[in-house]
């Protein structure tokens, strides 16, 4: 079991600009698959970006949102940058080792999930 703490959200107004951070309690950080995804009131869990060998994105924040990670700190960052209301959900970390076949794109792919952390965008 992975814990994963995330901070960073907050409240912001449009065209602006948030870091999210998820800090994880293993020693074998560089062997998850890490993912954000997002939760808005209503409505179903939603993909943001995920990091493993490569970064994917969903459709809605590309060019906006940049993954990345840390793995000496242990910690993945999610740079969002361009901000719009449609942004506003709570942002949730997960940490998961896919097996063959699997997307990173899947809620079910990921094992361990952090708190979650809200973010506001402001018109």
């Known amino acids: 079991q992975v814990q994963l703490v995330e901070s960073g959200g907050g409240l912001v107004q449009a065209g602006g600009s948030l870091r999210l951070s998820c800090t994880a309690s293993?020693?074998?950080?560089?062997?998850?698959?890490m993912a954000w995804f997002r939760q808005a009131p209503g409505k179903e869990r939603q993909f943001v970006s995920a990091?493993?060998?490569?970064?994917d994105y969903a459709d809605s924040v590309k060019g906006r949102f940049t993954i990345s990670r840390d793995n000496a700190k242990n910690t993945v960052y999610l740079q969002m940058n361009s901000l719009k209301p449609e942004d506003t959900a709570v942002y949730y970390c997960?940490?998961?080792?896919?097996?063959?076949?699997?997307?990173?794109?899947?809620?079910?792919?990921?094992?361990?999930w952090g708190q979650g952390t809200p973010v506001t965008v402001s018109s």
């Open positions: 997960a940490a998961g080792l896919p097996g063959p076949g699997m997307s990173v794109m899947t809620p079910d792919t990921y094992a361990n």
């Open positions: 293993t020693r074998t950080f560089y062997i998850y698959s």
């Open positions: 990091i493993s060998r490569g970064t």
